[in-house]
């Protein structure tokens, strides 16, 4: 059995999601089909949260107006015989009531999170009803049964698969299980999700839970590139990754995937292969255990990074004095991301500044801080960077401009680290794509 995730372009218009039913029907093989909400979905869902949590009513009814518009005509294009038609008014009908009535509730962030999952919910339950209509036997099966997180929002694959293989079992009869990305429960039994671009992540547990025999990410684009295409005109996709190096490459920065959607896998030892469904025949990029390829393989920048420097005389040959350092972003629960370290000082980033305050104000008890926002991770990631000749030479020649503030560098064989200023992430892209890739 496979997993195939499709992101939110890939069933955004009609018409992608009749391509959709077109390449989970393509071979025999049984399996589990994830959606993400339609393109744009959540985006304008946190809107809509945001409207109710400022209690701005009329512009959150707006807003549910025109994303119900939206979705009319996505019905009327999507489906055209009247029990389809009439099985998914009615989805609209009871979501779009849902959101009506959030709006005069009062906000709590509970209720967030089940404004957010209407998008996965709706779009999964639409592209049921075209399966339907098209007589592509199938089971909907709803994520909120199998999918969850502890009290730490941490999923556990050994949780999951206690609830899915069940579930399957009991429906032995289909070729085709389809579910929602992103959505689960949290330890209080309350809906909740898996974050931003989570749907990956739902994928990848999925793949690991059921032992897939490979978890099939499709998307809007022809796998890993070695750059982020948003920024960097020109890029080429990256035939294979290892598991390190996928997750490297998500965690600092690669949009394409989840930050954390390829340890499951990777625990299982389930290849991952990231898909184009605008050009399926299209290689893409194969994520396993060991991939071929020497050298840097992929850059990626990861932004909203904020510096934190502690200067103290008590580091000097003091021992314990970082475990006291480290013992703070603990108790706010909050991970560092780069650290360097002097005789008298150390320099680390996070990317949740949600305590940042109360975390200098304890800080201070050990030293004097210093705090620079406005920052960027950009990472070089590839196979055995620390054994590649020349690289460090070719590197800093190539950024020699760039204010580089920090380097992380023999912490991980795959990846080097470095910090600028978020204004010179362009920059910064740019250059080593021409130095280390050739690329212009
Ligand atoms: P989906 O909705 O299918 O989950 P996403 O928008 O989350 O798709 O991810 C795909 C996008 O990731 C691409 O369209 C591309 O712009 C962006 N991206 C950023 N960095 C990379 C990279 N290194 N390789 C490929 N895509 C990247
Ligand atoms: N719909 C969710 C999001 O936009 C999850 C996903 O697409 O992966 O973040
Ligand atoms: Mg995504």
Redesign the pocket.
């Known amino acids: 059995m496979k997993v195939m995730k499709f992101?939110?372009?890939?069933v955004g218009k009609p018409e992608r999601m009749m391509e959709v039913a077109r390449l989970i029907t393509a071979d025999r093989e049984s399996k589990i089909v994830v959606l993400?909400a339609l393109?744009g979905t959540t985006n304008k869902l946190v809107e809509i949260s945001t409207c109710i949590a400022q209690r701005d009513k009329a512009r959150a009814k707006t807003e549910i107006e025109l994303m119900e518009a939206h979705y009319q005509a996505f019905v009327r294009d999507l489906l055209h015989t009247e029990p389809a038609i009439a099985k998914a008014t009615e989805v609209l009908r009871e979501h779009f009531e849902f959101l009506n009535i959030a709006t005069k509730i009062s906000y709590s962030e509970a209720l967030t999170k089940d404004i957010l999952a209407q998008g996965e919910l709706l779009s999964t339950k639409l592209f049921s009803c075209y399966l339907e209509e098209q007589k592509i036997g199938h089971h909907l099966l709803s994520a909120f049964d199998f999918m969850s997180i502890d009290e730490n929002d941490e999923p556990h694959i050994s949780v999951i698969r206690s609830k899915l293989v069940p579930i399957l079992a009991d429906k032995s009869d289909s070729q085709i299980y389809l579910t929602q990305g992103y959505i689960c429960l949290n330890a209080r039994g309350e809906v909740d999700n898996l974050k931003r671009?989570g749907?990956?992540y739902s994928a990848s547990l999925i793949a690991a839970a059921i032992q897939a025999s490979v978890c099939e990410i499709w998307?809007?684009?022809d796998?890993?590139?070695n750059?982020?295409?948003?920024i960097v005109k020109t890029?080429r996709p990256v035939e294979q990754l290892s598991f390190d190096e996928a997750a490297e490459?998500a965690y600092f920065g690669?949009?394409?995937l989840h930050p954390a959607s390829i340890w499951p896998a990777q625990q299982e030892h389930i290849p991952v292969k990231l898909l184009n469904t605008l050009a399926p025949q299209a290689k893409g990029t194969l994520i396993a255990k060991s991939a071929s390829g020497q050298g840097v393989k992929?850059v990626?920048a990861k932004d909203g990074i904020v510096a934190i420097n502690i200067k103290s005389s008590r580091m000097l040959l003091a021992y314990g004095f970082l475990r006291s350092v480290f013992s703070i972003f603990e108790k706010y629960r909050t991970s560092i991301d780069m650290i360097t370290t002097s005789e008298v000082a150390v320099s680390m980033t996070i990317d949740q500044t949600g305590s940042l305050n109360q975390i200098t104000a304890e800080l201070e008890k050990l030293g004097t801080v210093s705090v620079i926002t406005n920052q960027t991770i950009v990472s070089i990631v590839g196979h055995n960077l620390i054994q590649s000749p020349n690289l460090l030479r070719d590197l800093f020649a190539g950024i020699a401009h760039i204010p580089v503030s920090m380097v992380s560098y023999g912490g991980s064989p795959h990846n080097i680290s470095l910090l600028v200023p978020a204004d010179q992430k362009h920059e910064t892209l740019q250059s080593l794509n021409r130095h280390l890739f050739g690329l212009d």
Not at 7 to 10: I, K, N, Q, Y
Not at 227 to 230: A, C, H, S, T, V
């Open positions: 992101g939110g372009t890939s993400s393109s671009g749907s990956d998307t809007d684009i796998g890993m590139h750059n982020d295409p948003r890029t490459l690669a949009k394409i992929a990626a």
